[in-house]
């Protein structure tokens, strides 16, 4: 079974901090995707990425940056955190090629922005 | 607004009764998928069922697809209180660089299945 674990179920940071959240599949999948997840507006997507090193944005990378230094493991990085980050995030993982349309997804880290 | 929009929002039922999930799409797809998700967790993949499928089984899960209505329906049989989550329809909205598919998720329907 494909497995993907995030770095923390809950963290709470203030206002302004640098923020690191990480994910890490376990299953050799290429594509890796990072989202948030708020009531009323479904999960958007931030980041992903297809290889080791390349990135391409999402639906709203405004405020986020991400690195893949290595392919089982993508992390999200708030720069400077701010209250409307406040939110749920979930990682996913896929493999390349098309029919691999499936997505399998982290337990999510519900981050709060004091 | 989302491709992909579940009706109803929220959904009660009785064990043993079955509950039927609508989700509704504007653009062209190749697949659409549900997902299912449980209260502060991760999504989990139910089933995947392809534009040229109308109708698909996994278990107690049936779900159709109307391309020509641009809407798919999740019929879950016999609920169980273990049914209880959230459910979302996600399509396909373009192909990734490097491929795979970006996703489009709709806001989901809450379960609610009780004793």
């Known amino acids: 079974d494909v497995k993907v674990t995030q770095s923390s179920r809950y963290l709470v940071k203030r206002t302004g901090e640098k923020v690191f959240l990480e994910c890490v599949q376990d299953?050799?999948?290429?594509?890796m995707f990072w989202y948030r997840q708020d009531p009323g507006l479904g999960l958007r997507l931030i980041y992903f990425?297809?290889?080791?090193?390349?990135?391409e944005k999402g639906d709203i990378p405004e405020g986020y940056s991400v690195s893949r230094e290595k392919k089982e493991r993508f992390s999200l990085i708030l720069e400077s955190a701010s209250t409307n980050q406040t939110s749920m995030y979930l990682c996913?993982?896929?493999?390349?090629?098309?029919?691999?349309?499936?997505?399998?997804f982290g337990p999510g880290t519900r981050l709060l922005v004091l | 607004s989302q491709q992909g929009e579940e009706d109803p929002q929220a959904l009660s039922i009785q064990e043993g009764e079955n509950a039927t999930m609508n989700c509704s799409y504007k653009t062209s797809i190749n697949n659409l998928q549900w997902y299912r998700q449980n209260s502060g967790r991760g999504l989990v993949h139910l089933i995947l069922i392809r534009s040229n499928e109308r109708e698909k089984h996994s278990g107690r899960l049936r779900v159709t697809l109307d391309t020509s209505k641009k809407s798919s329906s999740l019929l879950i049989t016999a609920s169980r209180a273990a049914d209880t989550a959230s459910y979302f329809c996600a399509t396909d909205a373009r192909r990734l660089t490097g491929g795979g598919n970006k996703l489009t998720f709709g806001t989901g329907t809450q379960l609610k299945v009780e004793l």
């Open positions: 299953m050799d999948h290429e594509n």
């Open positions: 996913a993982s896929s493999l390349y090629g098309a029919g691999q349309e499936t997505q399998y």
């Open positions: 990425s297809y290889d080791v090193k390349m990135k």
